[in-house]
């Protein structure tokens, strides 16, 4: 009796062993489906290797992400930077769902409400700002429920936090704009070209600027520091 296919794509021999499937794979399979349709384990020796020495293709990805992503993270504060992360990962959890699509524009508009509103608190003028589209404002509504609820956790922090929370999403809102421009990193990508950037960080840890450590989405409290 010959050797069974490999059981991800029923077709090719199966050639690598997958300790997330629990049976041998093949190798174009291993190399497409790893962490999209595979749920790799960290230890899997073949995701290891990819990530020490990925293909050029991804090598440049990444280069050109990071190329995009340094500036905007520039003179942050850890605090600040941890704070855009966590925009960020509520930013594409929130895209996920969103119907009709979100857009670049819409992710600027939504970041720039949110700030608007933080940073007119800070004058004492309590006024929320509304994004002009319907997808940008349930984004803004979003992001702000997510200050919201560091903000329970701040205490004494509070004005900090409103300010390094203004800070980093003028950040996510500078981003969103430039993203795919003509002469950025990431110019020619299709749109939208900052959710499609992000989406890749999060599932690609690797892909962060270099130097930062990235916390939990679900850091809360945390990622407010003395």
């Known amino acids: ?28 399979c291993c190399a497409t489906k790893r962490q999209v349709e595979i749920g790799c384990p960290a230890d899997c020796v073949y995701l ?19 190329s995009f992503i340094l ?24 895209a996920a769902g969103a119907v009709p699509k979100l857009r670049d524009e819409d992710v600027a508009e939504a970041a720039a409400a949110a700030a608007s509103t933080l940073e007119t608190a800070r004058k004492g003028i309590i006024y929320e700002h509304q994004a002009v589209s319907v997808p940008a404002q349930r984004l ?23 300010r390094d929370a203004a800070v980093a ?18 110019e020619g990508d299709d749109p939208p070209a900052y959710l499609n950037l992000l989406t890749r960080m999060l599932k690609d840890p690797a892909g962060q600027a270099p130097g930062r450590d990235g916390p939990s989405p679900s850091g809360g409290g945390r990622i407010i520091t003395p």
């Open 71 to 94: 500036p905007i993270v520039s003179e942050l504060t850890e605090t600040q930077y941890r704070l855009l992360l966590l925009f960020q990962s509520a930013t594409v959890t929130h």
């Open 169 to 186: 999403l003028r950040r996510l809102e500078q981003g969103a704009r430039t993203a795919g421009n003509p002469g950025t990193p990431l």
């Open 48 to 66: 290891s290797s990819a990530r020490a020495h990925p293909p050029a293709v991804v090598q440049r990805r990444q280069e050109r992400d990071v």
């Open 140 to 162: 803004a509504t979003e992001l702000a429920r997510v200050v919201a609820d560091l903000s329970e956790q701040a205490g004494s922090q509070l004005a900090r936090l409103e």
């Open 1 to 28: 009796m010959g050797q069974q296919p490999c059981p991800a794509c029923r077709d090719r021999k199966p050639r690598r062993s997958c300790p997330a499937l629990g049976a041998m794979i093949c190798t174009v």
